[in-house]
């Protein structure tokens, strides 16, 4: 504390209670050069040049890199504030402070975006700046001048933004019975694998729905000669999961408000945590809505065994499967493990990025939830099987893209003409497995149903699996196919089978099919 202060022609003398001091007349004033020089506006994975799209509603960071040019000091207590503008009109809660508060810069020290507190500034955007629109962003350093500087036009980044309409994305979770228990939505961590889910994908409308009816085996009885249910056996049972989940859901309408809303729902089976799955924790079908997913448990070790984003795993493995439903295939990490790998993938397999630490052309993963920036060295895509795995800008940006599934496999496997259900008074829908090893297959019994009694999301699903005649002088020759026959044995339908494409499982299980066509008359 500094007791007596007065100038003199001996310059400024002033005293403590360790002694007296004296500051030359003439001492060059302590001038400083502070400067803003870069920033992100991130969602969980950007670059500095903002290449990644933004999406309304989603929960995002604005991190805001600075150095000290010149002075021959520390520069300590240094704030910087970010201002937010729609229409010219400054939004409520501007200028926003920083969520890490001051910071100290020092001369010949550069930011990294690796990590948070080193000549940086965090901002969480409230939620009303991140409305579907342009955001008008203006950060500032040292904006009340408490720090004397030699220039400030360095000191000032301006930037508009565009936010994008979210769509709504619905999941439809379905409890299946295993040999170890029930999975269920009130699970241990239940929520927190969703949480993470959802930071990894370019949504923030999520609506989730649980079926009251669980999902067993069908199993017959000798006793009572009749089906009973019975647990899946895991893990050689994943396929059947996955089929019967797709069988479900393609008997049924959506829930009316993702119907009304032109979302594309997707059906998640919840396997009990204590389940013995082997080594695969979940499975989906590449060319249909459905997947299931083992839940986590107290065993899946969070923070601080692993960094907090990489909790819990089954959340990754819930965004990785949801994704296979989009046609997102695998990367190539570790390397030669995974099969069904996207050739296309633009970086080294193991990382998110690997271009130079400070190329604006770089991405940067970062959990919104703990501040925590995730290096891209360091971890790998979402599509890989690494232990700590993020969206790539790569796999970000391909998920924002798409709406819907992918073309219908019975379609693209011939270029015969697709029938139009819609126009027929009464639509077959006949499903089956195959067990492609033991040249083995299974009809389940089949349905015909008048046109107009179909759900709209039904009638689009079975629309999805409409199959085309097969033709004996078409080309290729399909490797399945049904037909149907009167009571004299005449071909009355025949039609191409495509089966069901399911990634993640386990070799050598069986694959289902579904198609739907017209009734003969």
Request: hydrophobic share 40%; net charge negative; proline share 8%.
């Amino acid at each position: 504390q500094m007791d007596y202060l007065a100038a003199s022609r001996l310059g400024i003398i002033y005293a403590d209670d360790d002694g007296i001091y004296r500051v030359e007349p003439d001492i060059s004033p302590l001038i400083k050069d502070l400067a803003l020089d870069a920033w992100e506006v991130t969602q969980g994975i950007q670059s500095l040049d903002h290449d990644v799209p933004l999406v309304a509603g989603k929960p995002t960071v604005v991190r805001v890199y600075g150095a000290l040019l010149e002075g021959t000091t520390p520069a300590e207590g240094v704030a910087v504030e970010l201002r937010g503008f729609r229409g010219g009109v400054e939004l409520a809660g501007s200028p926003l402070t920083a969520l890490n508060g001051l910071q100290s810069l020092v001369l010949g020290e550069a930011w990294d975006r690796g990590y948070t507190g080193l000549h940086d500034w965090l901002f969480r955007l409230p939620d009303s700046w991140s409305n579907s629109g342009d955001l008008h962003l203006e950060a500032s350093i040292n904006p009340q001048t408490f720090v004397q500087e030699s220039r400030t036009d360095n000191n000032t980044l301006v930037g508009d933004f565009h936010f994008w309409p979210s769509a709504v994305k619905c999941l439809y979770f379905v409890p299946v019975r295993t040999h170890g228990g029930i999975g269920r939505m009130d699970d241990p961590y239940f929520w927190q694998m969703v949480e993470l889910y959802k930071q990894m994908w370019p949504i923030s409308d999520l609506r989730l729905y649980q079926s009251w009816s669980i999902l067993a085996e069908p199993e017959w009885s000798w006793r009572t000669l009749s089906f009973r249910d019975g647990p899946f056996e895991m893990p050689g049972d994943g396929d059947l999961v996955i089929f019967h989940l797709w069988l479900g859901d393609t008997l049924s309408d959506d829930p009316d408000i993702c119907e009304d809303d032109g979302a594309w729902m997707q059906v998640v089976g919840m396997v009990d945590a204590y389940t013995d799955t082997g080594r695969v924790n979940g499975q989906a079908y590449l060319d249909g809505a459905q997947s299931w997913v083992k839940l986590p448990s107290e065993w899946d070790h969070g923070p601080p065994y692993r960094q907090p984003w990489t909790w819990p795993r089954s959340g990754s493995t819930l965004a990785h499967e949801l994704a296979h439903n989009y046609d997102r295939k695998h990367v190539d990490c570790p390397e030669g493990v995974p099969d069904d790998v996207d050739g296309s993938y633009p970086y080294a397999p193991c990382m998110l990025d690997d271009g130079p630490p400070l190329a604006v052309t770089t991405n940067y993963g970062f959990h919104i939830n703990t501040l925590s920036p995730i290096t891209p060295t360091g971890t790998a895509d979402l599509m890989s099987y690494a232990a700590s795995r993020w969206p790539s800008d790569w796999t970000y940006k391909a998920l924002f893209a798409m709406t819907g599934p992918s073309s219908a496999a019975s379609v693209e496997a011939t270029s015969l003409a697709v029938p139009d259900l819609a126009n027929a008074s009464t639509v077959v829908f006949a499903s089956g497995v195959v067990t492609e090893t033991a040249g083995q297959g299974a009809l389940l019994p089949a349905w015909v149903h008048p046109t107009t009694s179909l759900g709209k999301s039904v009638l689009q699903k079975w629309q999805a699996l409409a199959a085309p005649e097969r033709r004996v002088e078409a080309a290729p020759v399909p490797d399945y196919y049904i037909r149907l026959r009167d009571a004299k044995g005449v071909i009355l339908e025949d039609r191409v089978v495509s089966l069901l494409t399911s990634i993640d499982g386990v070799a050598a299980s069986p694959a289902g099919f579904g198609i739907a066509f017209p009734a003969p008359s």
